[in-house]
């Protein structure tokens, strides 16, 4: 068995860019849908640093920057991450740029961002 300590200092130790590309290891070959554990693990370590450390964001908007070519497959998944009716879909999408999401953790920004420009939108995180 693996030593737990060990893995655990190495997933707090994970920069941002880590922490993603294990969560779509995770999604793509496990099936697992990590969204709470990769907010634990993106929140890091416990405690004060005991400096004067400025604070992580921890509230993101996600902003649709533009539709890019496919503009139809940015409505549906957009619809599809969102909720909504196909129409408030095109609605978001054909007001771009604008917030897609607003308020939310890094871990579900994150993963809209990624969704979305799976599909080929330019998204921002603010």
């Known amino acids: 068995m693996a030593d737990l300590k060990a893995l655990a200092d190495q997933l707090v130790e994970l920069k941002v860019k880590e922490v993603s590309e294990l969560l779509d290891i995770l999604k ?3 099936g697992i849908e990590p969204a709470a554990a990769a907010v634990a693990v993106a929140a890091g370590p416990a405690g ?10 921890t509230e993101f ?15 549906k998944e957009v619809k599809s991450l969102l909720g909504v009716g196909l129409k408030d879909a095109k609605a978001l999408v054909d007001g771009a740029p604008a917030a897609i999401k607003q ?18 939108a330019e998204v921002e995180l603010k």
Not at 109 to 120: H, M, P, R, Y
Request: avoid cysteine; charged fraction near 30%.
């Open 28 to 30: 793509e070959e496990h």
């Open 48 to 57: 004060g640093d005991g400096g004067g450390a400025a604070a992580e964001q």
């Open 61 to 75: 908007d996600v902003m649709l920057n533009s539709a890019g070519a496919a503009k139809l497959k940015v409505v």
């Open 103 to 120: 308020g939310v953790d890094k871990a579900e920004a994150e993963s809209i961002k990624a969704a979305l420009e799976a599909v080929g």
